[in-house]
Each structure stands twice: as C-alpha cells, then as structure tokens.
C-alpha cells in the first residue's frame, strides 16, 4: 500500500463510535485536567475531533510532534518496521539504534547516546550518571546536584525532586535527597550555592539545567550565565547536564538549544520531540560515556527496532527537507504577529518570548486573566495552545507549520484576546 494511501486512510476515516467522557472518566484515573475534547485523527498541523470539527494545532501533542500528523515518510516507516521486526531486546545488537546514535553523534556534541522512552527516564539516566561519576571519580560521599527554580524535569521521584517547582512535588515526600535549588539565570546564586554546600558535608557533583525553561514559562538562558556555569564545571569537574527534552531537536530553530548559547554539556538529555510522537528517550554524554558499565543501567523498551527506526526518519526528514530554516522564519513570523497583538492589549501582555518555534506570551501579573482563558478561548476559535504555567500562553506547532497556519493562528489569537478581553 503506497504512504499516500495510508495517509488517505488516516485522515479521512472517521470512526463512527460517538465520544461518551463519563465512561472515559470512570475507567481512567484522573491525573489531567482534561479540556471537553477528543481527537480522533489528524494531517499535518490539522487535528479533528470525534464531531469532525477542525482545529489547527499548535501545541503538536506538547512540542513532541515534529512532523506534525500522519506525515508521510513516518506513516510509510511505522508501517515498514512493524512488518519487519518492532522489538528485540537489548541482549542483542539492535542495527536500527546504532543507526540513530550515530545520527545523534553526527549532529551534536555527544560521543555516545543511551536510549529510554520518555524525558523523564533520560533525566533519571543523567542524575544516576551524575552520582556514579561524583563517587567514582570525584570521590564524593554525599553529592548534591544543583537544578533551578521553575524548572520541569519529568514526574519520577528523582525528577520531581530535581524539578524546582514545589506544586509538582506536594504530597509526594519523602523526596530523593541529594538536590538543591537555585534561581534560574543567576551566576551569583550558584556560586553561593557550591561554596555553602561545601562548608556543609555535602559537595556540588553536577548542575542540571534547561538551556530555555519550557514548562516554567518559556524562558531562555542568558548567554553570559551559560558560559559562566561552563566556566565553573571546566574549573571544578561538575559536570554541566543540559535537559534539552523540550527546546532540542529542532524546537529552537538549532537542532541543540545550547548551540544558542554557546556551550557544549557534559550530558544531555532529548526525548518529546525526537521520535515525532513515537515514544523515546536519549541520554547523551560527550567524554563521561564509559561511567556506566554493563548492567548498571538498562529499560526493556529503550531504543527498541521500531522507536529507532521512526525517530531515525524524523531526523533524516528534518535534515532533508531543510525544516531547521522554516523553524527560524515560522518562528520569527509568529513573534512578530504576536508581538503586534501584545502592542494592542498591553494592559493584559506583559511580553512575548521564545526561540524558534517554542514561543511563550506571558499575560500581566497584576490582572485577573490567565493562561488558560486565553488557551480556552483560542479553543473556541479552533486553535489548540497550552499554558507554560499560570500565567504564559505557550506556541509549539509542528515544525514544518506553514506560513499560512502561522498566518491562521494569529488570526485565531487575536479573536481570542478580543473575546476574553471584553
Ligand atoms: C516534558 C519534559 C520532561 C519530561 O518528559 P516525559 O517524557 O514527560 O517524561 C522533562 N524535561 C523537560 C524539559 C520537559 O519539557
């Protein structure tokens, strides 16, 4: 079957079984907040719910899918792999994960890669790095890991504890020792921080941090305090850990949000956007690679034949099609139209914000308006967004969104604003 029917087939077949939420509610446990909406398939940027009505999508199943829906060249790999063979374990050589970790290595700094299936199981992967490498060659008794302030790290125990947002950890305690919070962007603080842990029993074995905050608000790094915190870890041998789970994989318009601020980590974490929607995780080092031995780290799942093999096609396809270029110019066209719209309501936009095609407008503070009045406006109007948080309104379409979606979107945005600003 040729991919172009197949996409035919994923597009235009609605399934006839009406949507009952009181059934979905009383067999799935209810850890969302969910919006009075069903999905049921979707092309490219386009989603329809189970009533048939359209929505452009602009929050691509959160930064994840890359290529958007029932991109072709993923359809026709999904299919081919699942006839071929979709998992083995890793007792074997796996030729699909060598594949995608020699694309990896090609295209960043890392020597090797380690393959999970999620954000947070990577970044579990970086803090049992971290831990291994402070003991073994550090030789550290008690090591403390730094993170920051409204940072998102995934919802293990390890990664709640590393999150600095208390909502994410409330009730959840006792939490895993061994972390330690400091302002996001501020040298100052990490330098007080490694200096008083250190008069302590404890010492600073590794600072973990999002070059741009995605779930704390859409905030990106300062250039200065990224080359400070490198200039530190080179001084000390802490090692730098990038959490590039959100802003990598072409999100910024880079395929790396460190190559915008002018820094390589010693580790990083990738995962929403590399499989397109696939799920699967990478833990990243360049040198610290032989700190795991084998048997000490593993996951049943990871880098099986057919999450590689999809998420091998979704970089080739960046690659080929030249989609970093349309992240930049989609990106820039989507902030200059939202920063004409923040120019008109500035009693309720404080600022518009963002890297590529991860942009944030944050609403004033001192207003009763939040993110989600407008994320549930923009709804009303057939736009899907996301809030970063209580008050940032969060854009992450698919990166091969066309002008005109962006053009759409904005339109959608205004008639939102225009409605919950009335
Ligand atoms: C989403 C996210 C995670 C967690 O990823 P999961 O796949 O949900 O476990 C971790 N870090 C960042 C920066 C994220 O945005």
Not at 100 to 105: F, R, Y
Not at 144 to 154: E, M, V, Y
Not at 265 to 274: E, Q, W
Request: proline share 5%; glycine share 10%.
């Amino acid at each position: 079957m040729s991919s172009e029917t197949l996409v035919q087939q994923a597009t235009t077949n609605p399934e006839s079984n009406p949507f009952d939420a009181n059934s979905f509610d009383a067999a799935v446990m209810s850890t969302y907040g969910r919006f009075p909406l069903a999905l049921e398939r979707g092309a490219g940027c386009q989603v329809w719910d189970t009533e048939g009505r359209e929505y452009l999508d602009f929050v691509a199943g959160i930064a994840t899918c890359t290529l958007g829906h029932a991109h072709p060249a993923m359809v026709e790999m999904v299919t081919r792999q699942i006839q071929k063979l979709h998992h083995v374990s890793n007792l074997y050589y796996i030729p699909e994960q060598g594949e995608l970790a020699k694309w990896l290595v090609a295209h960043s700094c890392a020597d090797r890669v380690f393959f999970c299936n999620s954000g947070a199981e990577a970044n579990e992967g970086a803090i049992k790095l971290a831990r291994k490498y402070a003991h073994t060659v550090l030789d550290i008794d008690n090591p403390i890991i730094l993170t920051a302030q409204s940072s998102f790290h995934g919802r293990t125990l390890a990664t709640i504890t590393a999150t600095g947002q208390p909502k994410y950890q409330k009730n959840f305690d006792p939490l895993v020792p061994g972390f330690y919070y400091v302002p996001y962007n501020d040298i100052a603080a990490v330098e007080a921080a490694i200096s008083e842990l250190d008069e302590g029993n404890y010492r600073v074995a590794a600072i973990l941090v999002e070059p741009l905050q995605g779930e704390g608000g859409v905030r990106p790094g300062d250039v200065e305090y990224f080359q400070k915190l490198r200039q530190i870890c080179d001084d000390t041998g802490i090692l730098l850990i990038f959490d590039e789970v959100q802003v990598g994989m072409g999100r910024s318009g880079k395929l790396w949000g460190y190559e915008h601020l002018g820094v390589e980590p010693d580790v990083f974490t990738s995962a929403k956007g590399l499989g397109g929607g696939i799920p699967i995780g990478a833990l990243m080092s360049k040198k610290f690679c032989d700190v795991f031995q084998p048997g000490e780290h593993a996951s049943t799942f990871g880098g099986n034949p057919f999450a590689c093999a999809v998420a091998l096609t979704v970089c080739q396809t960046l690659e080929r099609e030249g989609i970093l270029a349309n992240v930049v110019e989609r990106g820039a066209q989507l902030r200059t139209g939202l920063q004409a719209i923040a120019a008109k309501y500035p009693d309720y936009i404080a600022e518009v914000r963002g890297w590529g095609l991860i942009n944030g407008m944050e609403l004033q503070a001192d207003i009763q308006l939040t993110a989600l009045d407008v994320v549930k406006a923009a709804m009303d109007e057939g736009l899907l967004l996301v809030p970063a948080g209580p008050k940032v309104v969060r854009f992450v379409p698919p990166l091969i969104v066309s002008e005109k979606d962006v053009e759409n979107a904005l339109q959608m945005v205004n008639k939102a604003m225009a409605a919950v600003t009335n």
